[in-house]
Structures are given as structure tokens and as C-alpha cells.
């Protein structure tokens, strides 16, 4: 039982011994080389998911469409991702005219780069991260913040004014949306007193005194507008407008053909991969969980979050750029600050340990009913800013239907005048 | 040799390379660029000084913020189509920067001169103790001293100096108000104008006009009759 | 003999932070468009965070007065990086041109 549990922590210690004992002259070689390996596995993992994802998705939401989705390429279309490669690889690399080629050809690589680097501070299990930054929380949101500037690079570089219009709007919808990202964050960090994602982990674990309830039940409006936020900030749909090709012409990579277009696809994949990761680890958990292994627990949680972006892809229909924006500004944001400044009141009113009450004053309560007060807070903020959402979509509904019954009595008169 | 020194070189020079793309060349989409290779540098350096909240706050709101505005203002002036003409201040700029790249060097750098207290009394404002010491050499310390280690919990004493009474709540406070302030004032500043403003700015603008050239005339510096009575001179400001 | 810390002693830090700020000064004073002066500015004040930080590793790790200080210019340094290109993105729409050169007048 003991070797399924710490598997990836066995397979790690072993390789690393093994490099060690190779490289026993030079420890910094040593160090180097195991952490070399680790990023070409991590990379590897996020390659090999990024085609199972493509086959998964298009079949998921092929029979949300009531369709069968891609079955002649193998047996039941397993090895359709495998024939999607052959394609982007012997497809011609095309590079427009009069573009800029230093930054034409690097804008995909850095997407992928970023992308990739996501996965560096995900722990996996137990003691298995690539690195334990403390500043964890941070770095991730500095990462998606970093990988935009390429989107504005593979725009420019297109030489092409369609695509440096579409990679202007994509990169305000990105910018956009990660405040509410940030804001929402605030609260697991807040109630964990620490960025660093292990220590989120273990704080929703039942190590160390915790009362073991995932974060989801403490703050489900942070959960929710994460979520939005995250499928958001990597341009799933329904918010694709930017790159469907029905409207921008494919937004900003719409002169990219071939490998590179291919980088961009994996970038998107990966990136809403890392999100759905990241989802789990700071709300559902991550890889905590009483019977399987912890990798596998992480994975199931990873896929139910995927899931639920594929049934959105397939379910929901795209909105438009000034509904995005609207929705960002007037409302995400506005309930995520009412949310962060009611939750902090909460934390600090009530307390669970002995110590915090003699230092700063407060109620002492057991882990268990601040939960419930914290469910029972953010859970009223939703209903209540819905609730306030609905009425005002009504007025504005009922005047919009005022003024077209005026029009059409104006129209009537002026016909029969 | 070690690797931080190594580390260190490398990304000075990239930062210090960048840095002079991004002020010599004449395209500015460019310089946006190299701006952006820049700060990645810094945010290395400030790895390479265990600060790691800073480095990636640097990327975080240089990188990831700052420069996409820029790319923006640049793509709004139409800077991408056009490159930016020479200049011919260039050579009296590179001279004063060659000069306040020295006088900073003598204060910074390992170049140290001896200077007597004693004979200059002022420099005591700027020193604890008046026996004759070296100015230069900032960096300097004596002997022996170690540098000590970071705490773990740097950032977490960080955050409690920025709320705390007796440290940095006032400016913190005052920096959260100048934000709030900018955000509002940045809005206001780039807004588009509604046509009736458009209207309303260029009437404006025609009356000062006319006011300016009925001045004139009247000091007699331009040509022609004064035009208006005395009485009605005054009655056009009152907006 | 001098501050060092893992082979680098602080002067390496502070020559590095001298000459990007030199290096922005030369880009403020000798440019005709005002975006390319505004980066100067930044790069200036990016040089006097990496002094800041510098001397907070070297001097006072324990201490916050360094960070705070590095925070308040990186958030002063954005701040007016928005308001700057704000104001020159309502120029051009006046007059077309970012010459600050041109901007010789009170009024556009």
C-alpha cells in the first residue's frame, strides 16, 4: 500500500539518487541535472496531456452535440490526436510578408514557455513539486500575467491589421480579467497565511490540527468567480470571441500555420490545464484524499474541473466583447472587493485558536463552525449580488421595453398621418 | 568563481545591453521589447538578492501591466507605423550622462577618496562621526562584518509593517489614495469627448482666439480697428 | 574586505543600478517622442529599486524598511507610467503629435 501511496516520491527519490551518485564530483552539477530532468518530465506530462485533452474535448463535446465525434483515426479515434500532429507537422510554414521575423517566430514559443512553466510550483504529491516557492500563489498569476505580452508579439509580428486587432482585444480581455483573479485568490491566502501552494495544501489536509474541509466550502463565491475568471483568462469558450473564425478571422493567430500554429493550440491546452490544476489545488484540495493515492486523487479533481470546461464549451453560446467587459467591471469585481472585505471582518471576528484571541481579541471558534460562518457569508454575497444583478437587468429590460413601444407608436402615427 | 557571480554578470549585461536598445533604437515597438527583456532581467536580480516577492511582483506589474500599456500608447499614436526622428541633443545628453555616471561611480563605486572632515564641515551632515574617513566607497564596511541572512518570515513582517501604526501604514494609506487617484484621473484624461464637448472646447477655443487678437490690436501690434466696445470685452469668460 | 554575500560584494549591485539609471537619463533627455522618454523614466526608476533592494539585502534583512520603500516606488513608478501615457495618448488626439518639444504652450 505504502509503494502505491508514495509512488511518484519513490520514482523521484531513486532518479535523483541515481543522478546524484553519477554526478557525486560536482553537487551544483548534480543539483542541475536532477532539476533538468525533472522540467524535461513535467514538460513531457503536460505534452502528452495536451493530446489526450484535444481527443477528450472534441469527444465530450461531440456528444453533448448529440454527435459521435472523431471515430476513424484507430480504434474509436484514440489515435486522432496522433494523425492532428502528422497534419501540423507537414503542413507549410508559412511567413507573411514584410513581418518582423525575430518577433514572428519567438511569439509561439513564449506562449508555450509560459504556459509550461505553470506546472513548476504544482505539487503532484506529498514532498513531489518541482519547486517550493514561497511566493507560489503569486508566481502563477505572474505567469499568466507574462505569457500576454506574446499574445500582443504574435499579433504585431503578423504584420497583418486583423490580427493586431484581435491580439489588442484579447490581451484587454486578459489584463481584464485577472483582477477578479487576484481578488479571489486573497481569501485562500488569507485564511492559510501563506502563498506558497504546499502550505495551501496541507491547510485544507487534516495534518497539523486542520480540520481537513476543502476551501470550496469556505469561500464557493471565490470558487465560482475563479472559475470564470480562469476559463477567461485562457479564452475558452464562451469566451472565445477573440479567436473564432466566424468573427475575427481567428484573432491574432490567424497568419500562423503549421508548428507554430500548433504551439499556440498546446499553449491554450496547457494553459487551461494549469488552471483547472490550480483550481484544484487552491479550492477542492489538491491531492489530499482517504483512499487512493494522492496523484491519482489530484488528477480526478484536475479532470472534474476540465470536465466542467468542456460541458461549458459545449453548453453555452459565446457573448459578446462589451457583455465580457461589462460583466468583468460592474460585476465580478464589485463582488469580489465586497466579498474580500466581508470575509477578512469574519476572519478576524472569528478566530480558531487560543493564541489569536489573546493577541488581537475575538470570538474563539472551532475550524468547523467558521467554515459554516464563512459558507453562510459568501454564499448570502452571491445571492444577494444576483439577486441585485436580476433587478437591475429587469429595469433596464422594461425601459429598453418602453422605448421600443414608443417607437412603434410613433411609427404607427407617422403611417397613418 | 561561483555560479551567482556568474549569474550576475550575465544578467547585468543583458539588463545594461536591453537598456541601451531600448534608448538608441528608433522603432518603438522594439524598444517595448527590449523594455521587457529589461525588467526579466531585474526580476533575476532581484532573485539573485532572496527577493523573491519582488521579483515577481516586478514581473507581475512591469511585465505584465506597465508594458502593455506602453504597447498600447504606442500602437494609439500610431508609433508602430512611424519611427522615431534623430535627435540632435544626443551628444550634449550623452555628455551630462557621462558625467552623473561618474559622480555616481565615486559615491558608489570602490573608488574611494579620502576627504577631511574636519576642513569641510558640511559633510558632517552627512556622516555620524567627524574623523577624517573615506567618502567615496559606500559600499564599503569594515572587516569582518557578515552580511545577515534573510528571516523566513520576511514577508510575512512585510505585510505587518505596511498596517501597523508605528511603521509604514501613513505612506502605505497615502500610496493606496494616490492609486485611487490615478485610476479615476487616467479614466478622466483618456476619455473619448462626446461631441457636445468636441463643440464646446473648439467655441472655447475660437473666443480665446478672438479675445487674444483683439488684445493685440489694441496694444497695437496688429493691424486694424479695435472692433468691440470697451464694455463687451469683458463678458466672454464666465464658463 | 567588503560586502559580499555568495562571491558578489554590493558594488557590482550599485554600478549595475548607476548605469541603467544613467542609461534611462540619456533616453529622457535625448528623445523626441514622448513614449520613448517615458521608458527612459521607468528604466530610472527601476535602477533605483535594484539600488533599494540592494542595500536592504546587504544592510538590514531583517528590517521591512527597504521593501516598503522598494513597494511604494514600484507602485508610484505604475501609477505614473498610467497617468503619463494617459496624458499622451489626450495629446495626440489634439494636436497629432507626441513631440514633447512641441508642447511648448499652456493650452493644446
Known sequence: MNVINDLLKIISDFVAGIVNSIFSFSPFL????TMGLAAVVLCTFAALSFMGLTYVERKVV???????GPNQAGPLGLLQPLADGIKMFT????????????????APLVIAIFALTTYAVLPFAPGVVGTNLNVGVFYIIAIGSGSIVAIIMAGWGSNNKYALLGAFRTVAQLVGYEVPMLLNVLPVVMITGSMSLTDIITQQTTLNGNPGIPFIVFFPLSALVFLISGIAETARSPFDLLEAESEIVAGFHVEYSGMKFALFFLGEYVNALAVAFVFSTFFLGGYAGPVLPPYIWLLLKAAAVFFIFMWLRGTLPRIRVDQMHNMNWKFLVPVSIVHLVVVMALMKLFVTSPAQVQANGGILVTPGVQAAILFTASLAILIGSLLIAARRARIMRLQEEAILEQRRAENIAAASA | MTIQQVLFIVIALAVLGSAVFVVTTRNLFRAALMMIAAF???AGLFVLLDAGLF????VLIYIGAISILVIFAVMLTRGMQGMVPRNSQATAAAVTVAIVFAVLLLLFGPLRLTIDVARWPVLSLFAANTSPRDVGGIAWTPPGQVIPPVPDTYIADFGRSLVDLNQYLLPFLLIAFLVDVVLAGAIFIARQRRPAEVAEDRQLQAEEEAEEAEAMRRAGALPGPASLPEGAVASTSDH | MQNVLNGIPLWWYLVVSSALFCIGLYGTLARKNAIALLMGVELMLNAANINLIAFWRYLAPASSGGLAFAAFVLVVAAA???????????VYRATRSIDPEKLDKMKL
Open chain 2, 40 to 42: 526579466f532581467g531585474i
Open chain 1, 62 to 68: 461531440a456528444r453533448i452535440q448529440d454527435r459521435v
Open chain 1, 91 to 106: 503542413k507549410e510554414d508559412t511567413t507573411p510578408a514584410a513581418a518582423d521575423r525575430w518577433v514572428y517566430n519567438l
Open chain 1, 30 to 33: 548534480a543539483d542541475v541535472v
Open chain 3, 80 to 90: 505614473e507610467a498610467a497617468v503619463g501615457l494617459a496624458l499622451v495618448i489626450s
Open chain 2, 55 to 58: 521579483a515577481v511582483a516586478q
